[in-house]
């Protein structure tokens, strides 16, 4: 009954099928996107228990790995898959009418389609064109508001995209000569001969820059602050909160799998720290509040990718711990900033409009920032401590780099607070968030209280999903791709 | 020409076009321009990936009369590259709708003008005053290009 491709055919078929029951009825149209969504969260749950007890592979349209193309779920992609459905229902596009909102919530579904598709791949081509699709439903969301700076804002985005795309395909073409594969599992056998050279390494360079440009990577993450600025703020936390978490999960497989070069992680690692600072440093000087947002998600996917750079279990359930964070807290905020957005100095009074929203906000920031009992804190002490426990220089300057970008977001995150909290005249406070933003962004705070009292098993439950997920045997042998080949 | 140097030919092309479109993307200031570079450097992917399973000296996997060939050339890329083909010209298409509607709303393609047009409009959005010294011109318009999108 549970059947787990549902999780991602299920969502592409409603997103066709959306106009059309949108023309019939507009009312049930409105319902439709986020019954479907609902649905599928049902179905990842359910499928959970028997995803736990055992990997599945399913092989889409009967034809076994490596000759057909594999879906491989394991508690991890499931995690992804179903974190991306709640996500994208939580953030669903609200209140626009006429032909716009049945548009928008067409390319929010395939989005969730896409999204899903991608956590559950395990072939790099599909992985490729899953990639792709997520790119262009997300390029049309982020041009969706129909403004000068929207479209400005979605070409440079999609510019660049079309860059990481383009050297992504030449990674993947890189790969295919060496090894002669695409399936991911056979790719894990036969890399050790065929790609633990210089071209390998060149194939993951390629690759972790295609890929990048959606995890807001450092040089590839030019497009962040403006689309994020001039896009709705529900958009800007589903890319920020949702979407990046996604090309971050297929570089981890990749380099689980895949690319086990002592240099790929350096590379990371150098990256990972740039992108920490200058997304820090940019988010200090911002003046607005989506922009210093924007700015400071790239930082956080910094402290991801330097997570993801230490070798071995460790590093993966860091890194997991860091994304799951920063993928419950930063939506929160953008959802906060959604009536609030602009000038910092505006934010002035917010307090006393809406005292909930403004408590929130310093929940959250907290957390963000990494202050215990807070699971930020747990996030960021994981990463420290198991980057601590590397030889090598490198890895002590990430950690520091990581203490000291945390002394720069209070400095900035408590410049919006102390704005909120001053006193002004009632006729002049600025507008409260609107109550479903404040309605999600509660719920998000409340996951965040409830992870700091069942903090114990969570992170148990975590730790074995990572070990399960950095299990590069057992990932082989689940796939066995050699069973689909001839005798 | 022996087949050996036609392949040598063919990855140099590979590789040439997509750094031709790379410099391109890099280099040029016109929207038009930085999308047609971006069709040169996905040739030079979709090419180069071709190449990954070609053999000159294998002909095309089809079975006929129930005789399996000698060789025949890996279809997998190929199916990738179709692909590959069909993804790039839908992003392209995207890119020139794009295109178009940037100029009717700013009336420029040069992506200097674009970027200080952009940050403008940002700003103004949210309530900041861009930093400028005393000296700066006065600005013609002010007012938020949004404005002026129905006029176009």
């Not at chain 1, 009954?1 to 009312?27: E, G, H, K, N, Y």
């Not at chain 1, 079309?162 to 050297?167: D, E, T, V």
């Not at chain 2, 839908?90 to 674009?114: S, W």
């Not at chain 2, 700003?123 to 318009?141: F, M, N, Q, T």
């Amino acid at each position: 009954m549970t059947q787990p491709v549902l999780l991602f055919a299920l969502p592409l078929l409603a997103a066709f099928l959306l106009p059309v029951v949108w023309r019939i009825s507009a009312a049930a149209g409105r319902l439709f996107g986020p019954l479907v969504l609902g649905v599928n969260v049902a179905i990842g749950l359910l499928a959970w228990d028997g995803v736990a007890n055992q990997t599945r592979v399913i092989a889409l349209g009967g034809f076994a790995p490596p000759f057909g193309i594999a879906f491989y779920i394991d508690r991890l992609a499931l995690l992804f898959a179903v974190a991306v459905s709640l996500g994208i229902l939580l953030l669903w596009p609200a209140g626009r009418d006429g032909e716009g909102a049945s548009r928008e919530a067409t390319l929010t579904l395939v989005l969730a389609a896409a999204g899903t598709g991608l956590a559950l791949s395990g072939d790099l081509f599909n992985i490729y064109v899953f990639y792709e699709l997520t790119a262009i439903a997300s390029y049309g969301l982020a041009a969706a508001r129909g403004t000068g700076a929207g479209y400005a804002a979605t070409m440079r985005f999609v510019v660049i995209g079309s860059f990481g795309a383009a050297l992504m395909l030449i990674g993947i073409a890189l790969v295919y000569q060496a090894a002669g594969t695409l399936n991911l599992a056979q790719l894990a056998e036969v890399a050790p001969g065929t790609l633990d050279g210089t071209l390998g390494l060149a194939a993951f360079v390629f690759i972790l820059v295609g890929a990048g440009v959606k995890a807001e990577l450092f040089p590839v993450n030019t497009w962040v602050p403006e689309v994020y600025g001039a896009a709705s703020r529900r958009v800007a936390g589903l890319l920020a909160g949702i979407i990046s978490k996604l090309a971050l999960l297929i570089i981890l497989r990749l380099l689980v799998l895949v690319f086990q070069h002592a240099e790929a992680l350096q590379v990371m690692l150098l990256l990972g720290m740039l992108g920490l600072i200058t997304g820090e440093l940019a988010a200090w000087r911002a003046r607005d509040l989506t922009r210093m947002l924007a700015y400071s998600s790239i930082g956080q996917l910094g402290v991801m990718f330097i997570a993801f750079s230490i070798p071995g279990e460790a590093g993966v359930y860091a890194g997991l711990a860091v994304a799951l964070h920063h993928m419950v807290v930063k939506p929160a905020l953008f959802l906060l900033a959604g009536r609030w957005g602009g000038a910092v100095e505006r934010l002035a009074g917010a307090a006393q409009a809406s005292p909930l929203a403004a408590a929130l906000f310093i929940l959250l920031a907290l957390s963000l920032i990494g202050i215990p009992p807070l699971p930020g804190f747990w996030a960021k002490f994981l990463v420290v401590s198991s980057a601590l426990a590397q030889p090598g220089a490198a890895y002590v300057f990430a950690a520091a780099a990581i203490l000291i970008a945390a002394v720069v977001e209070v400095s900035y995150l408590f410049r919006v607070v102390a704005r909120l909290y001053r006193r002004l005249p009632a006729a002049t406070l600025p507008p409260p968030p609107g109550r479903p933003d404040l309605a999600v962004g509660s719920l998000l705070g409340a996951v965040l209280i409830a992870t700091v009292l069942w903090l114990a098993p969570l992170g148990d439950g975590l730790q074995g999903i990572a070990a399960e997920a950095a299990d590069r045997d057992g990932y082989i042998e689940a796939m066995n791709p050699a069973s689909g080949l001839l005798p | 020409m022996t087949p050996p140097d036609l392949g040598i030919i063919l990855y140099t092309a590979a590789f040439a076009l997509a750094g031709i479109g790379i410099l391109g993307i890099v280099i040029s200031t016109h929207l038009v321009r930085i999308v047609l570079s971006i069709v040169l450097l996905e040739t030079g992917a979709n090419l180069l990936l071709m190449l990954s399973g070609f053999r000159f000296d294998a002909v095309a996997p089809v079975i006929v009369d129930g005789n399996l060939p000698a060789s025949m050339v890996d279809p997998v890329p190929q199916a990738l590259v179709l692909t590959a083909i069909v993804i790039g010209v839908a992003v392209q298409a995207f890119m020139m709708t794009l295109v178009l509607r940037l100029r009717r709303v700013y009336g420029t393609l040069d992506i200097r003008e674009l970027r200080e047009l952009l940050e403008r409009d940002l700003a103004h959005e949210a309530g900041i005053r861009l930093p400028s010294s005393e000296d700066a011109p006065v600005p013609s318009d002010g007012s938020p290009a949004v404005a002026r999108e129905g006029g176009a």
